[in-house]
């Protein structure tokens, strides 16, 4: 199993212990759930909601529904991020994982330890689907100051040191999206897919890399 696949299944196993064993902080991961999230076409888009709602949806596509959304919180001494988002898809264990790439993206074009991944700007992150994308991209067109009504001051609201989240739905509609901090802020930042031994799909996580894979 490839060091990514080792990671990622410790922490849907909940064995997170084995990541900080030498470490000289307090750390451990408390998961929190976000709520469902709308995928009417099943197609999924990751990225900075507030900057980027245009970015392209993934290649691979789910059955549309709505899915549980899950946050694993890196708590270091006083100090929380995220480090680690997940869509659930089923409630069976994934075997492996398979970097999510984009249309005109080739894995095989990639050196050993690159990855496509999407830019972060405003130190956000999120979920979506892509119709959701695009019906954001219009609406923050139509603003004035390029923004989301009421997403800001639901991530404000929601902060607790030091991070934010929120599930919106935009306004007049069943679409909605999951919003985050994205680990240490602004970045790029890849995300996997939760493949079985059937290669069906478990689930989907983003990795905002506050977990050091080169652990032994």
């Known amino acids: 199993m490839d060091k990514i696949s080792e990671r990622l299944l410790m922490l849907l196993k909940n064995d997170t ?22 995928l009417p076409t099943g197609k999924i888009v990751a990225c900075d909601p507030l900057v980027a709602p245009e970015t392209p949806p993934f290649s691979g596509q789910v059955k549309g529904g709505k899915y549980p959304v899950a946050l694993y919180i890196h708590c ?48 956000t992150g999120g979920f979506m689907d892509e119709k959701t994308a695009a019906s954001l991209a219009e609406l923050m067109d139509r603003s004035e100051d390029y923004c ?5 001051e639901m991530l404000e609201d929601s902060y607790v040191y030091t991070y934010s989240t929120a599930n919106y739905t935009l306004p007049g509609t069943e679409l909605n999206l999951a919003a985050f901090s994205s680990g240490f802020g602004d970045g790029a930042y890849p995300t996997y897919w939760g ?13 905002f890399q506050t977990v050091d894979y080169n652990l032994e």
Do not use: M, W
């Open 17 to 38: 212990e084995r990541f900080f064993v030498d470490s000289i902080f307090d750390e451990h991961i408390v998961i929190q759930e976000l709520g469902e999230l709308n």
């Open 76 to 123: 270091i001494d006083d100090d929380k991020r995220v480090g680690f988002a997940k869509l659930s898809f089923t409630e069976k264990l994934p075997s492996r994982f398979e970097l999510a790439v984009s249309e005109g993206q080739n894995l095989e074009e990639l050196d050993k330890g690159e990855f496509y991944g999407y830019g972060v700007d405003s130190g």
């Open 148 to 152: 989301v009504p009421g997403l800001d």
């Open 195 to 207: 493949l079985d031994d059937e290669d069906n799909v478990c689930c989907l996580i983003t990795d």
